[in-house]
């Protein structure tokens, strides 16, 4: 499909006043940072300095935290009819997928004023993850095998996006499909894992051409988020509670096993960020029966 006018829409109020998640720790960079109960966290994501984004699967709304305190605050209120899954920072901007809402919403990423709003798909959704490069941001279906480019002009959505059927060596198979996503540096590339499969694919973000990449055998089977740091990717096995190290072949045809990390901590972990030299996943906790008391938290990958 061919571009679409998108439904772009400027926030009238700043962000909305939350309650403190109490004092901020006194050890820096604490091992386990809490978030709000009953959040059903999925997403999360790093800004400048020590921010930190989780995302709300229940109502949308995103927490902006501090990873070297711990201390934080909802950036975003929830609403009904919103679900915040995959989350990335760039340029300012926060981009947020819409799960099984079908849609994409963009945030100041100081204020949580709404900058954007995209209702991607009429058909099967469950809009997942986000990457973020020069000309677009890049959104996953894990209902359908498609993408979805929001245009970017400098940094900023214009209010036109596309729609990217995935072709060539992609399989679409029962379940959950197209999960984490991931560019190149030079936005050429495009990383995706199909959670089921764990199949990682090489994908032309102009074509929706995907080739599988030879991963030499290593199981990624209930792949989730991914992140890649130049020819490192880390793929995050949420109901393993595990996180695979990969190095990456020039080419992104082929990847090799570096290490599996592992954690105490994980509680099915599903998305996965750095800052500085620290990795970061969030624990969703899709084995725990959800309610508003439900407790969830970032982890700082300690690895064995």
């Not at 949308?60 to 070297?68: E, N, Y």
């Amino acid at each position: 499909m061919g571009p679409r006018q998108a439904l772009v829409t400027t926030a009238l109020v700043a962000v909305f006043a939350a309650t403190p998640l109490g004092a901020a720790t006194a050890e820096p960079f604490p091992d386990v940072i809490p978030i709000p109960t009953g959040s059903l966290p999925e997403g999360i994501a790093t800004g400048t300095g020590t921010s930190v984004y989780a995302g709300s699967r229940a109502d949308g709304s995103v927490w902006l935290g501090d990873l070297r305190t711990g201390a934080g605050d909802l950036l975003v209120e929830g609403g009904e009819g919103r679900m915040a899954v995959g989350v990335k920072v760039a340029s300012g901007l926060l981009f947020v997928s819409g799960g099984t809402y079908g849609d994409a919403h963009v945030y100041d990423a100081r204020t949580g004023a709404e900058v954007a709003a995209y209702h991607l798909t009429d058909g099967p959704a469950f809009i997942n993850d986000v990457t973020v490069t020069h000309e677009a941001a890049y959104f996953t279906n894990s209902a359908a095998a498609e993408l979805y480019a929001v245009e970017l002009a400098r940094g900023v959505p214009t209010g036109e996006f596309a729609t990217i059927p995935l072709v060539g060596e992609w399989q679409q198979v029962a379940g959950f499909n197209a999960n984490g996503i991931a560019a190149t540096p030079d936005g050429q590339t495009l990383l995706v894992i199909n959670s089921t499969s764990g199949i990682l694919y090489s994908v032309d973000p102009h074509t929706g051409v995907a080739l599988a990449v030879d991963t030499g055998g290593t199981d990624l089977t209930a792949g989730d988020g991914i992140l890649l740091r130049g020819r490192t990717l880390y793929v995050v096995r949420n109901v393993l509670n595990e996180v695979v190290e990969l190095r990456l072949a020039p080419d992104h045809r082929s990847a090799a096993h570096v290490v599996t990390l592992t954690d105490p901590d994980f509680d099915v972990p599903t998305t996965i960020a750095m800052q500085g030299s620290r990795l970061y996943v969030v624990n969703a906790r899709f084995t725990t029966p959800p309610g508003p008391t439900t407790e969830h938290d970032i982890v700082k990958v300690d690895g064995e």
